[in-house]
Each structure stands twice: as C-alpha cells, then as structure tokens.
C-alpha cells in the first residue's frame, strides 16, 4: 500500500507540469486547449526516439519541450491568425499531432516510417542518470534503514526520484510564478481577462496568445517526455483524456487549496495533480474495477469535482441564511420580552 | 496633432442593410484641444472613435497622428498614441488582476513590454501619487481584485490608466454613460483634471449636452456620419442647449429626434 501510493506521489509529481501548462491556458488564457492530448505524446515520442537512437536523455527532454512549444504556438496560430475557434483550432491540431507523433517515433524504426510505441527498457533515462549520482550519496539506504525501523515492512526502493522530481517541478513553479508578474506576464493574464482592454494598452494579443499556448505545450510536452523515461515506454495512445486529466488537476487543487494569489494557485495545481494520482491509485484497488474503467473514473472525478464544490456552496448558504433568520427571530422575541416586562412593571 | 481626411466607411455594403457610417468626414485637432462630439444615435460618434482608434479601418480617406499616417497601422499598434476609456466601466480593466498590476499594464503602453517586473517598489510609489489624484482611497488598496471596486471607481480607474503615460490623443466614448448622477460628476471632474494637467488633446464623445458644453473648447456636432456644426473656441464660452437645438433645425430642417440627446 506505502509503495503504490509513494509510486503515485512520484508520477503525480511528473503530471504536475502538465497540470501547470493546461493552468496556464484553461485559467490564466481563458483557453480551452485540447492539443495537450497530441503535445504530451510529442514530447513523450520525441524523447524516446531520441534516448533510443543514442542522444543524451537530457537533450532529448529539452528537444521534447521545444516539439511541444512549436505545437502549441501552431494552435495559436490556427486560432488568431486562422479565426478558428479556440476548441476546434487545439481538436485539430490535436488530431494533427497524432499522426505527427507516429512519425516522430518513426524516425527510431529501422523498417517503417511510422511507429506506434517505443520500448526504453534498457535505455539511459535521466532518471537512471541521475540515479547513478544519488546512489553514491548513500541517501537511500539511510531512509529506508530509518522506516525499516519504525517498523514498515515494504519501503521504496529509490528515493532519488522523487526529490529530483521535487526540485524540478518546484523549479518550474517557481518560474511560472515569476513569469506571470513580469510585464510580458501581466499581458498574457490580461489577455485572458479582458482583450479589449490589453489590445488598448498597446499590447498584440494574438503574438501574447501564441506565447501563451506554446510555452502550456512546451511544458505539456516536458511532463510527457519524463513520464516515458519514468514509465520506460513511450506509446502513441499515451496522451488520450490527458487534458481531463490536466483539468481534473486544476479543479480539485483549486477547490482544496484556493485561488487567492497566483502562487496559491500554481501550489494548489500541483497537489491537485498528486492528489489526482492518489485517488486513481486507490479506485484501482477497488476489486471489481478494471485498468479500462480509468478513463470513465477520470470522468466522474472531474465531474465531481465540479459539482461538490456547488453543493457544498449551497448547503453551506443555506446553513448561513437559516442562521442569520434564527439570530433575527431570537432580536424579535427579545424585544417582545422587553415591552412586556416593562408594562408588567407598570 | 490629430488628422482625419475624407474618411469614408460603409457598413454592408451591397446588402439591403447597407448603411453609411461616415460620409467624408474631416476634422483637424490642434495640441491640446479638448473637442465634444454630440449627435443622435447612429450619427456616427463612435464610429468615428473607432476609426481614430484602429478598431475599425476607413474605406478611404487617411488618419494621421503627429504627421505620421496610421491609416493601416493595426489597433495594438496605434495604441502607443492613443489613451481611450470605453462606456461600459467593465471594459477599460482587467477584473481578475490587482489596482497595481492594471496599472502596470498601462504603464507600459509606450515601451516594449520585458521580463522585468511589472510592478517594483519604484513603480508602486508612482501608481500610489498617481491614485492619489483620485481622492477614492485606492492609493491604499492596491493588492485589491479589480473585479471588486464598483462601476465609478473602475472608471476612475480606466481614466488614470488612459491617460498616465500622457498619449498624443485621449479619446473618451460616452465614459460617464452608464454611471449614476453622482458618480458621471466626479468622472467629469476628474477629466477635467487629468486632461488639464498633462494638456491632453482630447475627442470626448458625450449624449449630455451640459457636460459637452461644460468641457472643452471646442464642439462637433454629428448626423448621419457628417459632421454638421463645428462651434471653435471664440463662441463655445457663450453656447447653450437652446442655441444647438436651434443650431440642428436651421442646418436640417427637423426637430431632434433623439430623447437621449434632448434630456441628457
């Protein structure tokens, strides 16, 4: 049970850049953007194509990121230069990068030009790069003797992952923060807010929407190129439901942790992406559920997630409005006991 | 400092809905004159902001600023110019964003916007003497959501972002239109004041015949996408309402049709 809820905590860290980047667009951009399905793919596909044809894994990530870039800014383009509405310019590109992504992967089969998955069995990744630096600190060993002796039977057995995965995604966060409070930043939220009122500051909001949904891919693609190195295996079916996942991330972060300032926020989404690994781990465990039920549990997730919050809203109203009548009723029958103990005195 | 020459714009054109917004319109506004454009609905007022603007491109005829020609030039672009506060107080500011970083944006309409920060300790002490000018205590609540000032302080608001970073052309359309009695007096004044200090040449389109005699020293008056009077600095002093309804029955031999502009 520790072991699958640690390995959930690890990948939910890893889905977090993805949950920052769909952040970036369905809140900050006021952009439904569905290429996140194609762009996790590309940066998954790129990087194991890459790892499996020799490139350091490093590189190959940072290639990934940048694939991921150039097809958000492709979404944007289709959207502010093509018209397209927002939804059908990311469905599009979406289905575009599905093909594209096969290609991509293509590129590391010696016998077609096309190929579904990637296989990084015994492939240098950056995680088991960096896993030869961390072994020699000699870390793990202490952990594990420390929880051996609480008494806890099953330990994991790295902890490297986690904190590398810690570091870069707090990182990121921490760049993100930056990032929207600089000028160019202030632009971007302002376009989502009201474009009317950016266009009239002198600011060009389809170069700011463009920037906006490459650097979401960019990061999209990020999370997908580390969780094909973390997972050992990159597919082409990989990124299906991943912008419900995104979505699912946001909404349950921000609905635990709030929304008042944006570094609350891109916390809140980060443990909305841990907490959504976690409660997938355990719907797994239930018996009479099937690893293809994920994608439907997903859905009700989200759906849940949605619509706790309004009823919790109301009932807590309610509770409110019957509390403010009872205070009201308790003034009146106080005043009445007045009166009526003054003409008793009389 | 602002010119337009011989613009023209239909709208639907070839359609049964066809209908000429602005019919070889031309008006020159020296630095630091304040114009008032009255007219009834569908004169053309607003049409003609937009096409100073850059929201709306003129099927001829040419539109200069400081002699150079922005005729072409995309909305974002002339926007460098030009400060413009909108009729619907929602509309000049972003609701989810800080008073600060509003006005961070606006602050950084004539530069090329960086990754420096937006707003730094130097800038807060600008916005904070600047907000100050606006006597409504916002000095003192700049973290607050914009989203939670009210329609006059959100106008307040738009008018001080439009006009700090002193553009060439200030254009206001109808901005104290949707206000209560109360609140379009303080706007007015607050124009007056902002426009007075940093001498701003202004385009104020307005249905309120007192406030478009009340500020300014010059007066247009639109019908029909013309315009049909032009009251210069020497005889604006003296006008009143009487003497512009009369003014439109002389030039089009009709009453004014338009409640709006009798009683505003």
Redesign the interface.
């Known amino acids: 049970m520790f072991t699958a809820m640690f390995g959930s905590v690890e990948q939910g860290i890893i889905y977090a850049i993805m949950a920052l980047g769909v952040y970036l667009t369905f809140r900050v951009l006021d952009f439904p953007d569905l290429t996140v399905d194609g762009s996790f793919v590309t940066g998954a596909g790129t990087a194991a194509m890459m790892i499996v044809l020799g490139y350091n894994p490093i590189l190959a990530t940072l290639v990934a990121t940048v694939a991921g870039f150039i097809a958000g800014c492709m979404t944007g383009i289709l959207h502010t230069k093509g018209k397209i509405n927002p939804l059908l310019a990311g469905i599009l590109m979406m289905i575009a990068l599905y093909s594209i992504n096969l290609r991509i992967m293509g590129l590391s089969s010696d016998t077609g030009v096309t190929r579904p998955n990637i296989p990084l069995l015994n492939s240098e990744t950056v995680f088991s790069t960096f896993g030869s630096f961390w072994n020699n600190l000699g870390i793990d060993s202490a952990i594990t003797n420390v929880l051996k002796s609480m008494g806890l039977a099953s330990v994991p057995t790295t902890w490297g992952v986690l904190i590398l995965m810690l570091v870069v995604t707090t990182i990121i966060k921490l760049v993100v923060d930056w990032?929207l409070?600089?000028?160019?930043?202030?632009?971007i939220?302002?376009t989502g807010?009201?474009k009317?009122?950016?266009?009239?500051?002198?600011?060009?909001?389809d170069s700011l929407v463009i920037l906006g949904l490459g650097i979401s891919n960019g990061m999209v693609a990020l999370s997908g190129a580390l969780i094909a190195q973390y997972t050992k295996f990159a597919d082409v079916g990989l990124g299906i439901g991943m912008i419900v996942v995104g979505l699912a991330s946001v909404i349950i972060g921000e609905a635990i942790f709030g929304t008042k300032s944006i570094v609350r926020v891109t916390f809140a989404v980060i443990a909305g992406a841990i907490i959504y690994r976690m409660i997938y781990a355990l719907a797994l465990r239930v018996k009479w559920l099937d690893s293809g039920d994920m994608k439907l549990i997903t859905a009700v997730i989200v759906i849940l997630a949605l619509v706790i919050p309004q009823i919790v809203g109301k009932y807590k109203e309610k509770k409110r409005k019957a509390k403010r009548l009872e205070e009201r009723l308790a003034l009146q029958q106080a005043k009445v006991d007045i009166e009526q103990g003054g003409k008793s005195l009389a | 400092m602002l010119k337009l020459d011989g613009i023209n714009k239909v709208f639907n054109e070839g359609t049964p809905d066809e209908k000429i917004a602005l019919d070889n319109i031309n008006l020159h506004l020296a630095p630091g004159d304040f114009v008032t454009i009255i007219g009834s609905n569908g004169a053309g007022k607003s049409t003609m902001m937009n096409m100073i603007?850059g929201a709306l491109t003129p099927d001829f005829g040419s539109v200069e600023i400081n002699g150079n020609d922005l005729t072409r030039l995309?909305?974002?672009?002339r926007?460098?110019h030009?400060?413009?506060v909108?009729q619907d107080p929602?509309?000049?500011?972003?609701?989810?964003?800080t008073i600060e970083?509003?006005l961070?944006?606006?602050y950084?309409?004539?530069t090329k916007?960086?990754?420096?920060?937006?707003?730094d300790k130097k800038r807060r002490e600008f916005f904070k003497t600047s907000l100050e000018k606006l006597h409504l205590n916002l000095e003192n609540r700049l973290s607050a959501k914009v989203g939670l000032l009210s329609g006059g302080e959100r106008q307040a608001l738009s008018l001080l972002?439009?006009t700090f970073t002193k553009p060439a052309i200030l254009l206001l359309d109808e901005h104290t239109a949707a206000l209560d009695p109360s609140r379009a007096e303080l706007i007015t004044k607050l124009t007056k004041e902002l426009v007075e200090e940093s001498r701003l040449t202004t385009l104020m389109v307005t249905h309120n015949m007192q406030q478009a005699l009340d500020l300014g020293n010059r007066l247009i008056m639109m019908d029909k996408g013309q315009i049909i009077l032009e009251v210069g600095e020497d005889r604006k002093q003296d006008l009143t309402i009487p003497d512009l309804m009369h003014e439109f029955e002389q030039i089009r031999g009709e009453k004014m049709n338009s409640d709006r502009a009798l009683l505003g």
């Not at chain 1, 409070?181 to 632009?187: N, Q, R, S, V, W």
């Open positions: 990032f409070k600089t000028e160019i930043g202030l632009a939220r302002a807010d009201n009317r009122m950016i266009r009239s500051f002198s600011a060009n909001t | 603007s995309p909305e974002y672009k926007a460098v030009i400060g413009r909108f929602m509309a000049g500011t972003a609701p989810t964003m970083e509003n961070a944006i606006a950084s309409r004539n916007r960086s990754l420096r920060f937006g707003v972002m439009a």
